[in-house]
């Protein structure tokens, strides 16, 4: 499945991009997040719940960045497995400095998943993944309205 889109943050960009890179604003942007921790510049791990229509289980994963150039881009790769299934994902992610405190964010990436999770068919899943990257970002907005560096 291919997902892409873009956000605009009330943000500077560099604010934005530390904030891209903190375990705790990412778990608090991942709905289901039990914990992430980061393991190294460039990994984290975490487990988190996940329900998909009838389907749902926890996951334990690894998230990887890499080709970073701060503040503008990376790719993220994501791998998790559970007992209802895996998934893999890899994404690109773009930040555009748009001035007057805002940036705009452009992803693109592509997700495979499988075992049961999958059962539940592609357009759940897209629906759902949709849901959760909309719901991600907006919490990661809200997050840096209320911080004190933004």
């Known amino acids: 499945m291919k997902i892409s889109g873009e956000y605009v943050f009330d943000s500077s960009r560099d604010v934005l991009w530390q904030a891209l890179r903190d375990p705790e604003v990412l778990a608090s942007a991942m709905p289901g997040t039990q914990k992430l921790e980061k393991i190294s510049e460039t990994e984290y ?3 988190m719940k996940v329900r998909i229509g009838p389907v749902g289980g926890s996951f334990s994963g690894k998230i990887t960045v890499s080709d970073e150039v701060p503040p503008e881009r ?3 790769t994501v791998e998790g497995q559970g007992k209802t299934g895996f998934l893999k994902g890899v994404g690109q992610i773009e930040l555009e400095d748009l001035g007057d405190g805002k940036t705009r964010m ?3 990436g592509e997700v495979q998943i499988g075992g049961k999770v ?3 068919g592609q357009r ?3 629906t759902v993944s949709k849901n959760i990257i909309r719901q991600g970002l907006d919490k990661i907005n809200e997050s840096l309205k209320t911080s004190p560096s933004s």
Request: aromatic share 20%; hydrophobic share 40%.
């Open 106 to 108: 452009v992803y693109t």
């Open 74 to 76: 990376y790719t993220m």
């Open 118 to 120: 999958a059962s539940v």
């Open 45 to 47: 791990q975490g487990e």
């Open 124 to 126: 759940l899943f897209d």
